[in-house]
């Protein structure tokens, strides 16, 4: 079986990697019933799939066993961003019931980390992310992973996101720095919540040290760190800012 190579995604630079392990143990402390972990964003460019293979990138490396799942069927970028054979089955080819999970799961460079890729563009991205095979793709990850991380569309623009969180135990968004406006983020967040799937947090992503005030004006009553160019935030709950 071909090995995916993403050594070129693990994050290096000193900060950044601390950010992440900083986002690692949030999510262990998020209790052990959270495995499956959804990942989306308010809009598109926000680095969603830069995240999300970090993070799982992260907690393999604490000796998790981890799937990553890129369920963006619409556009996703990891094919193309790592050069990953064309030749590759994907996860749409398993949803339409051409291939059998064994078909599409690839083991990868990183030690304890597997990935299923999204596979060529379907007609009905939604339908199938919602079909019974996704619901059986999950309980079986579950039964042999410690972790999974599912890279998902953007909440804004498609729903696709909030039809596979009802899948998963835990969601978290991703929002760009003076991007997105608190009104637009809380409303994606209450689309997340309305699935029935409960939100971890937000990362604050692409933060310089002069935007601090970013932080107190907007994700104030958010707790969390603040790392060069990632800021996480975690809690489960909160008041909305007034």
Avoid at 119 to 128: D, F, I, R, S, T
Avoid at 140 to 161: C, F, H, Q, T
Wanted: a positive charge; charged letters at 20%.
């Amino acid at each position: 079986m071909s090995i995916i190579n993403i050594d070129q995604a693990r994050e290096t630079a000193h900060q950044l990697s601390e950010a992440y392990k900083s986002i690692r143990t949030n999510i262990e402390f998020c209790g052990s019933d959270v495995k499956a972990i959804a990942i989306t964003s308010c809009t598109v460019n926000e680095g969603k799939t830069t995240a999300s293979l970090n993070i799982a990138i992260s907690l393999a490396d604490a000796g998790k066993k981890v799937l990553y799942i890129d369920a963006d069927l619409r556009k996703s970028v990891v094919v193309g961003r790592y050069h990953i054979g064309q030749q590759i089955q994907g996860l749409s080819h398993f949803l339409s019931g051409k291939n059998t999970i064994n078909d599409v799961l690839y083991p990868t460079s990183v030690k304890n980390l597997h990935m299923i890729v999204a596979g060529p563009v379907p007609p009905n991205p939604a339908e199938l992310l919602g079909n019974r095979y996704f619901k059986g793709l999950m309980e079986a990850a579950r039964k042999s992973y410690d972790y999974i991380i599912v890279d998902l569309p953007p909440l804004g623009p498609v729903i696709d996101a909030a039809v596979v969180a009802k899948e998963c135990d835990g969601a978290i968004l991703i929002v760009v720095s003076g991007n997105v406006s608190y009104k637009f983020a809380q409303s994606v967040k209450s689309q997340l919540e309305k699935s029935g799937c409960r939100v971890l947090g937000v990362i604050l992503n692409k933060v310089a040290f002069k935007d601090r005030g970013v932080f107190s004006k907007y994700y104030g009553r958010y707790y969390g760190g603040y790392y060069g160019d990632y800021g996480s935030y975690f809690k489960s709950e909160h008041k909305k800012s007034k």
